[in-house]
């Protein structure tokens, strides 16, 4: 199963916050935790990444600072602020609720949807 | 990894430093990321060659890349105008500006063909249509080169009607303080009119509305720059022309300098759009000599007043002064908040910023307390409720602004908020001028 583009973009925000209330990390770990969350079905080029990590430090939801790759390379780690935290229960309130109204919609014994957890 | 690979890798990596949107530090962020993924690849089993361009492919095209960035870092385009391939037709247009300035060169002199001239009441409509007169051109220049949707163009060519309409129909008392009250605002006002083209139309978006920000800036700079050449070329002129026994006076001051004036707001923009690179370094440099300076000023002149004892010796202009002294500082805020780089973090820089804000904050409550005692006693005319309206504007804009910069001096906010609390503020602006171009003329029965 392929998840459309409108989706993928939709859900990148509240992952990207969620991967980053576990731990501070960094781009390409971040890329790999969302692979193994999504069981490698939520595909977003990993380039873009980058440009969505930028857009929440601008916002404040996160902060960057450089620290060093095991192989000694510069590495751009990310950390999530108070402000971040917010944002990111925020996100988990409109999924749950996006997530209740379409388990209603569709029925008991479809489908199932596990909207709320993401 | 083998040198190949290695050699490949730094091959990819001058790609992407080439395009504008990509500051040095992304690009060893991406790089890392590519190594990363390239070293992982080839643990797995992968050969060298096959393991690098995986990687490469899920970095994605560098074009997207580009657009990717761009979008996040508009000020970053505003640069390097990395954009020149996504936006066809931006480059050149020299020769629609030339032409457009021409014809705004014309339109200033229109009246006088049909017997509106320069002396007594015709310079009155002159002075009043100023705006009117040559900013349709400026506004004409960017929907042209943007290719406006229709709309948009519906959309700044009402805009303009109606401040026209406004400013001409109203009966208005020639010389009056209500005329000259609503033409300064109805500049005001069609400036943002034109910053609606300069967007193409899409004024809701915050980093349209910071570009335009910074293009009024760069091209304050440019018309200062135009105006001081003009100069020169007038006095020039005038002097060479004495030498031989004729005095050119009278073309210098009716056709050169209106003329001039007018085809310098186009071509400022054009220069602008065209060599935005040439000017972007020194918007930084000015903010940073100046901001200090007008703090100092500013802080003068509190301990000044302190020691004189007294604030309102003669206060008639005084309110004007400082509505001068509140944009200076805004102006001053925007500009630096337009040309600052969004990711860094505070410095001693903002610092100076806010004791600058609040410095002028605390100047300006005691003018304005002073100011609104006076209009008790003397009754409001046009000119002080304008301009206590303005002072009130600027005021409320920098409270928002000197909290947020200590937010952000504390670390408890992000530098975005700050941009988007001063774009949010330009429909103020709007809504202020028109409301005293619609309303104040009226109230104060057209004197």
């Given at each position: 199963?392929?998840?459309g583009?409108?989706?993928?973009?939709?859900?990148?925000?509240?992952?990207?916050?969620?991967?980053?209330?576990?731990?501070?990390?960094?781009g390409?770990?971040?890329?790999?935790?969302?692979?193994?969350?999504?069981?490698?079905?939520?595909?977003?080029?990993?380039?873009?990444?980058y440009?969505?990590?930028?857009?929440?430090?601008?916002?404040?939801?996160?902060?960057?600072?450089?620290?060093?790759?095991?192989?000694?390379?510069?590495?751009?780690?990310?950390?999530?602020t108070?402000?971040?935290?917010?944002?990111?229960?925020?996100?988990?309130?409109?999924?749950?609720?996006?997530?209740?109204?379409?388990?209603?919609?569709?029925?008991?014994?479809?489908?199932?949807?596990?909207?709320?957890?993401a | 990894?083998?040198?190949?690979?290695?050699?490949?890798?730094?091959?990819?990596?001058?790609?992407?430093?080439?395009?504008g949107?990509?500051?040095?530090?992304?690009?060893?962020?991406?790089?890392?990321?590519?190594?990363?993924?390239?070293?992982?690849?080839?643990?797995?089993?992968?050969?060298?060659?096959?393991?690098?361009?995986?990687?490469?492919?899920?970095?994605?095209?560098?074009?997207?890349?580009?657009?990717?960035?761009?979008?996040?870092?508009?000020?970053?385009?505003?640069?390097?105008?990395?954009?020149?391939?996504?936006?066809?037709?931006q480059?050149?247009?020299?020769?629609?500006?030339?032409?457009?300035?021409?014809?705004?060169?014309?339109?200033v002199?229109?009246?006088?063909?049909?017997?509106?001239?320069v002396?007594?009441?015709?310079m009155?409509?002159?002075?009043?249509?100023?705006?009117?007169?040559?900013?349709?051109?400026?506004?004409?220049?960017?929907?042209i080169?943007?290719?406006?949707?229709?709309?948009?163009?519906?959309?700044?060519?009402?805009?303009?009607?109606?401040?026209?309409?406004l400013?001409?129909?109203?009966?208005?008392?020639?010389?009056?303080?209500?005329?000259?009250?609503?033409?300064?605002?109805?500049g005001?006002?069609?400036?943002?009119?034109?910053?609606?083209?300069?967007?193409?139309g899409?004024?809701?978006?915050s980093?349209?509305?910071?570009?335009?920000?910074?293009?009024?800036?760069?091209w304050?700079?440019?018309?200062?720059?135009?105006?001081?050449?003009?100069?020169?070329?007038?006095?020039?002129?005038?002097?060479?022309f004495?030498?031989?026994?004729?005095d050119?006076?009278?073309?210098v001051?009716?056709?050169?300098?209106?003329?001039?004036?007018?085809?310098?707001?186009?071509?400022?923009?054009?220069?602008v759009?065209?060599?935005?690179?040439?000017i972007?370094?020194?918007?930084?440099?000015?903010t940073?000599?100046?901001?200090?300076?007008?703090?100092?000023?500013?802080?003068?002149?509190?301990?000044?007043?302190?020691?004189?004892?007294?604030?309102?010796?003669?206060?008639?202009?005084?309110?004007?002064?400082?509505?001068?002294?509140?944009?200076?500082?805004?102006?001053?805020?925007?500009?630096?908040?337009?040309?600052?780089?969004?990711s860094?973090?505070?410095?001693?820089?903002?610092?100076?910023?806010?004791?600058?804000?609040?410095?002028?904050?605390?100047?300006?409550?005691?003018?304005?307390?002073a100011?609104?005692?006076r209009?008790g006693?003397f009754?409001?005319?046009?000119?002080?409720?304008?301009?206590?309206g303005?002072?009130?504007?600027?005021?409320?804009?920098?409270?928002?602004?000197?909290?947020?910069?200590?937010?952000?001096?504390?670390?408890?906010?992000?530098?975005?908020?700050?941009?988007?609390?001063q774009?949010?503020?330009?429909?103020?602006?709007?809504?202020?001028?028109?409301f005293?171009?619609?309303?104040?003329?009226?109230?104060?029965?057209?004197?």
């Amino acid at each position: 199963m392929r998840i459309g583009k409108d989706l993928t973009a939709a859900a990148a925000t509240p992952l990207v916050l969620g991967i980053l209330a576990e731990g501070d990390s960094y781009g390409y770990a971040i890329i790999q935790r969302v692979g193994e969350l999504s069981g490698g079905e939520l595909d977003f080029s990993d380039g873009m990444l980058y440009p969505l990590l930028h857009r929440l430090e601008r916002l404040g939801h996160v902060e960057a600072s450089w620290g060093t790759s095991p192989e000694g390379r510069r590495r751009k780690i990310y950390r999530l602020t108070g402000p971040g935290t917010a944002a990111l229960a925020e996100h988990r309130a409109q999924w749950a609720v996006v997530g209740r109204a379409l388990q209603r919609a569709w029925g008991p014994g479809r489908t199932p949807l596990a909207l709320g957890e993401a | 990894m083998d040198a190949e690979t290695e050699t490949r890798i730094v091959q990819w990596r001058g790609y992407l430093a080439r395009r504008g949107a990509l500051s040095t530090d992304d690009v060893v962020e991406l790089e890392e990321h590519l190594r990363e993924h390239v070293h992982k690849l080839e643990a797995a089993g992968l050969a060298p060659d096959e393991a690098f361009l995986i990687g490469v492919n899920r970095i994605g095209r560098i074009d997207d890349l580009a657009r990717e960035y761009a979008r996040e870092h508009s000020e970053r385009l505003w640069k390097q105008l990395v954009a020149e391939d996504a936006r066809p037709g931006q480059r050149g247009g020299g020769l629609q500006a030339l032409m457009l300035a021409c014809l705004a060169a014309v339109a200033v002199k229109a009246p006088a063909l049909v017997g509106v001239g320069v002396d007594g009441p015709g310079m009155d409509f002159l002075v009043r249509n100023a705006a009117v007169l040559v900013l349709p051109f400026l506004a004409a220049f960017f929907l042209i080169r943007r290719r406006a949707r229709v709309g948009t163009v519906i959309a700044v060519a009402s805009g303009f009607a109606a401040i026209a309409a406004l400013l001409n129909l109203y009966p208005f008392v020639p010389w009056g303080s209500t005329a000259l009250v609503a033409a300064m605002h109805g500049g005001v006002a069609l400036w943002l009119v034109t910053g609606l083209a300069y967007a193409n139309g899409d004024a809701r978006s915050s980093s349209a509305r910071m570009d335009f920000i910074r293009f009024t800036g760069e091209w304050f700079v440019y018309v200062v720059l135009l105006g001081l050449g003009g100069g020169v070329l007038a006095a020039l002129t005038v002097g060479v022309f004495a030498a031989v026994g004729l005095d050119p006076t009278t073309f210098v001051v009716e056709w050169m300098l209106p003329c001039g004036a007018a085809g310098a707001a186009v071509i400022a923009a054009w220069l602008v759009e065209a060599k935005q690179s040439v000017i972007e370094n020194i918007a930084p440099v000015l903010t940073r000599v100046f901001t200090p300076m007008f703090t100092l000023l500013l802080v003068a002149f509190i301990v000044a007043a302190a020691l004189q004892g007294s604030l309102i010796e003669d206060g008639r202009e005084l309110l004007i002064v400082f509505d001068l002294v509140l944009l200076v500082v805004a102006g001053l805020l925007l500009y630096s908040i337009s040309a600052r780089t969004p990711s860094a973090p505070p410095s001693w820089f903002e610092w100076v910023q806010f004791v600058m804000i609040v410095a002028a904050l605390a100047v300006d409550i005691l003018v304005l307390a002073a100011m609104v005692g006076r209009i008790g006693e003397f009754g409001a005319s046009a000119n002080r409720l304008a301009s206590l309206g303005v002072n009130l504007v600027l005021v409320a804009n920098l409270v928002g602004a000197g909290w947020l910069q200590l937010r952000f001096i504390a670390g408890r906010a992000g530098f975005g908020q700050l941009e988007r609390w001063q774009t949010g503020f330009v429909p103020v602006y709007l809504g202020w001028s028109a409301f005293v171009i619609v309303a104040f003329p009226p109230l104060f029965s057209f004197a």
